[in-house]
């Protein structure tokens, strides 16, 4: 069965920052510990800035999009890091051409 828009149970996650050792280990690890499955990533670094951009499905998740949100952009914020969580369908609303 396939899921409709409106039933999506995905999130686009981006993160920005100086690249340091461990980034991807961090974020990886605490989706993880959130039930999070990571369906798609890719990540590059242009001089030394790095960035990330992960396709995640909530569905199996133990916390709500709200407070994981929370979480990773307060975490992010402590290493220096810009994280954000956000629904599938605002993602795409907010990036149309």
């Given at each position: 069965m396939t899921l409709s828009r409106e039933e999506s149970n995905r999130a686009i996650i981006t993160?920005?920052?100086r690249d340091q050792i461990g980034i991807i280990a961090w974020v990886s690890g605490r989706l993880a510990e959130y039930h999070v499955n990571i369906l798609d990533i890719s990540q590059t670094i242009v001089n030394e800035f790095f960035t990330m951009i992960m396709v995640v499905d909530l569905k199996p998740a133990?916390?709500?999009?709200v407070e994981l949100a929370r979480t990773l952009e307060h975490e992010g914020d402590n290493k220096g890091l810009q994280v954000k969580v956000q629904h599938e369908d605002i993602f795409t609303f907010m990036h149309r051409i």
């Open positions: 993160v920005l920052g133990i916390l709500e999009l």
